[in-house]
Nanobody, 124 residues
Framework: QVQLVESGGGLVQAGGSLTLSCAASGLTFSFYAMGWFRQAPGKEREAVAAISRTGGSTYSADSVKGRFTISRDNAKYTVSLQMNSLKPEDTAVYYC?????????????????WGQGTQVTVSS
């Protein structure tokens, strides 16, 4: 079965950096666009970043543009999210997701598979 396993979350001070990784299995990775979402308590799940099947196109939410970078390695079946200049408002559970949609997907309902999430906490 398809599995997406996130890692790399943790506690970091404001201004610090973290790199999240997502390891995929049970699917043909290069057939899927990949995305990172986050959900803070009491808030809706929101798209943070997405990357096309080949990695040639990416999307970043306005709130993280210039600070977060998404990348993928199709040979290793992994997608990463490099997060720099972290802010307390970045605190959330971060989810990795896979989508069969060709056009770069940015809405949760466009994704077919989800990981369990990893907590990122940014202290002020």
């Amino acid at each position: 079965q398809v599995q997406l396993v996130e890692s790399g979350g943790g506690l970091v001070q404001a201004g610090g950096s973290l790199t999240l990784s997502c390891a995929a299995s049970g699917l043909t990775f290069s057939f899927y666009a990949m995305g990172w979402f986050r959900q803070a308590p009491g808030k809706e799940r929101e798209a943070v970043a997405a990357i096309s099947r080949t990695g040639g196109s990416t999307y970043s939410a306005d709130s993280v543009k210039g600070r977060f970078t998404i990348s993928r390695d199709n040979a290793k079946y992994t997608v990463s999210l490099q997060m720099n200049s972290l802010k307390p408002e970045d605190t959330a559970v971060y989810y990795c997701a896979a989508s069969k949609i060709v056009v770069l997907p940015t809405r949760p309902e466009q994704y077919d598979y989800w990981g369990q999430g990893t907590q990122v906490t940014v202290s002020s």
